[in-house]
Structure formats: structure tokens, C-alpha cells
């Protein structure tokens, strides 16, 4: 169940878009929030139907968009063509290590990588606005 000042912005942010508050986008919302890990599109459709939600594919990816262009959600690329989906909401900034054998995704924050980019944009007089810091290897058990 969603938060009531969390419900109330997402009917602000829905209205914002020209967009009508729904309990259709209402479940994709609470999927995204309640849900663990990086998840596609049709994995977070998928979920739904298995909840007995009626909600539309074309919900699912229109919701989704309009949550990432608002940044309650992240859309994360990792070069195999396929997007996956993390929310933001009350959630902390971390990057990510990525295997390119199982596709296993470690989320880490490391305060040393952090205070060095910014080093780094304040020396080329560059104002750095946000980042996205993936790191692709093989995990233990690939190796």
C-alpha cells in the first residue's frame, strides 16, 4: 500500500503530464515500489497479471516512462538491448557491477569513486548534475 504524501505527488505528477490518475497506473506504481532488484518492462506486466491486476502492457511502459522522466524511477542499460527498471523512491544513490555472464546486478556506493568525480568535474570547471557508474565484469560465481 502506498504512503498517502506518496499518492497524493503521484496523482500531482500523473496530472502534471496531462494524464488521468488510474487504478491501473496506481498498481504499476506499487509494483515498481515494492518490488526488489531491476526488473523489465514485462517482468514488472507479468507480476501484475499474476496478481489478478488488470492493467495493460501499454500502462505498464507508458507508466514507466513517465516514471523515469520524473526520476521516481531508473532506467538502467547494461549493452545486452535491454532495459531494466529500479525505483527511486526514498531510495539512496549506488551504481551498480554488472556480469556479463549471469547478468547479475550488485549495487554498491562507494564514497571515494563519489568525492573523486567531483574532484574530477570541479577541475575541467564542469557542474555535474548526475552520473551512472556501471561496472561490467564477471561475479564469483562466473569466474
Request: net charge neutral.
Amino acid at each position: 500500500m502506498i504512503e498517502k504524501g506518496l499518492y497524493d505527488s503521484y496523482r500531482d505528477l500523473l496530472s502534471n503530464e496531462g494524464l488521468k490518475f488510474t487504478p491501473q497506473r496506481l498498481d504499476v506504481l506499487e509494483e515498481i515500489v515494492s518490488g526488489e532488484g531491476h526488473r523489465e518492462c514485462e517482468e514488472i506486466y507479468m507480476s501484475l497479471k499474476q496478481k489478478g491486476k488488470s492493467v495493460s502492457r501499454a500502462t505498464v511502459y507508458r507508466t514507466i516512462d513517465i516514471l523515469v522522466k520524473n526520476n521516481w524511477a531508473r532506467k538502467l542499460e547494461l549493452g545486452d538491448g535491454r532495459a531494466r527498471y529500479e525505483h527511486k523512491i526514498n531510495s539512496s544513490h549506488h551504481d551498480h557491477l554488472v556480469c556479463n555472464s549471469c547478468g547479475q546486478i550488485i549495487e554498491f556506493m562507494d564514497l571515494n569513486i563519489e568525492k573523486r568525480q567531483e574532484i574530477i568535474a570541479k577541475d575541467n570547471d564542469f557542474i555535474l548534475i548526475r552520473h551512472i557508474h556501471q561496472l561490467f565484469g564477471l561475479c564469483k560465481k562466473c569466474q
